[in-house]
């Protein structure tokens, strides 16, 4: 009885310390949607994330970096679970990745609990670091991303737009921010139209949007429902009508705008990250993520993992390899560095990233479809949170 307590004890005891070996390596639990429809999502960032492992090494902070990569095929529940096996049996330092709103909230308690930072390094939906304080974001808010295109509309004159978007959290955020900075610059949303996340149907949509006659239609569907959108939109001849489709840049993602064809011309977004982004650190990013995945080209998805491995780096750093998540967290706030989309910084009181959006036009660049930048919003913060 007593020898049982003891070896217990000691189990416990070292479970605390985190035990002997995991002082020396430092694990990322990495969860994405490997498979099933936001398989896009997960690939591009697992390849960046790789990717920054190749060039930078695996050591951060004195500490060998593991990167641990788990499926959650998109699905909350699933996130959650293997979130809570990532923290209690593998004992990881960080939790990154997170493609969709629903699975970083799902993780959100937990990282809470056990005190570990979570990298959001996709989802977009503006609540999504205040629900918990170890919530850092390498991605993007729809506020923030919707922000510029509402103010170009406005500013083009355009006078009439029907809203498309995604029935969840980001679409729901990009829907308000539109309508909000177009009718109090004098434009009108006659209707407003929310499609199912899940095995969408855009023709009826599309085809109450046409009957609207608007100047243009704002869409917001997530990274690699583009194509699907984009092909109803031609079918239904909203182009042939003269209406311009506009939204954040997600409908002409870089993964898949260059098999849309022509109809994806003269589509005006914006967006924190275009492939065709005029910098020396973009040439190199987007020639060495070519190299390194047989020819794939970095989605706006892409940058996240690739931005999120460098504030766990560069975190690891600034601690000496000290892995108490809040000194962690801390290291993280204020933080800023030149990524391949332009300068960035983790905001100190929201530990969301602050990031220029440019709004873009889909031209034939070279024989390919680009999302080609024309005007920058510098530095832009999350509008979502400024309201409150
Ligand atoms: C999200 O779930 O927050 C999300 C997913 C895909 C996007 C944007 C936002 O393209």
Do not use: C
Request: aromatic share 6%.
């Amino acid at each position: 009885m007593l020898r049982r307590s003891f070896v217990l004890g000691s189990v416990l005891a070292a479970l605390m310390s985190g035990g002997a070996v995991a002082q020396d390596v430092v694990k990322i639990g990495l969860i994405l949607p490997m498979t099933g429809p936001f398989a896009s999502t997960g690939r591009q960032i697992e390849a960046a994330v790789k990717l920054y492992m190749a060039q930078h090494g695996t050591t951060a902070g004195g500490k060998k970096i593991e990167l641990i990569v788990k499926d959650d095929t998109g699905v909350a529940d699933v996130t959650r679970r293997l979130a809570q096996e990532l923290v209690v049996n593998d004992k990881v330092t960080f939790l990154a990745g997170f493609g969709l709103t629903p699975t970083a909230l799902a993780t959100a308690p937990i990282a809470t609990q056990a005190k570990v930072p979570q990298i959001v390094m996709a989802a977009g939906t503006s609540v999504i670091t205040e629900r918990s304080p170890f919530i850092v974001r390498t991605s993007f808010t729809l506020p923030q991303n919707t922000l510029p295109i509402a103010d170009w509309a406005v500013r083009n004159g355009l006078k009439k737009v029907v809203t498309l978007v995604s029935d969840f959290g980001p679409g729901l955020d990009a829907e308000k921010t539109f309508t909000e900075v177009f009718t109090k610059g004098g434009g009108t949303v006659p209707e407003k139209l929310r499609v199912p996340l899940r095995n969408p149907d855009f023709a009826p949509f599309l085809q109450r949007a046409a009957d609207a006659k608007p100047d243009a239609l704002f869409v917001f569907v997530p990274s690699g429902a583009g194509s699907a959108v984009m092909k109803q939109f031609a079918e239904r001849g909203l182009d042939k009508a003269g209406i311009t489709l506009i939204g954040p840049g997600d409908v002409t993602d870089d993964d898949i705008l260059n098999d849309m064809g022509d109809v994806a011309l003269g589509t005006i977004t914006s967006m924190h990250y275009s492939a065709a982004h005029n910098s020396p650190e973009n040439k190199t990013y987007v020639a060495a993520f070519r190299k390194a995945t047989n020819g794939m080209r970095p989605n706006f998805m892409s940058v996240g993992g690739w931005d999120g491995m460098h504030l766990i780096y560069q975190a690891l750093a600034k601690t000496g390899g000290n892995t108490d998540g809040t000194a962690l967290v801390n290291a993280m706030k204020g933080m800023q560095w030149m990524s391949p989309r332009g300068p960035i910084s983790i905001d100190p009181e929201t530990r969301d990233i602050v990031q220029n959006v440019y709004v873009r036009k889909v031209e034939r660049v070279d024989g390919e479809l680009y999302n080609v930048e024309f005007a920058t919003f510098e530095a832009v913060r999350d509008p979502g949170k400024e309201k409150k």
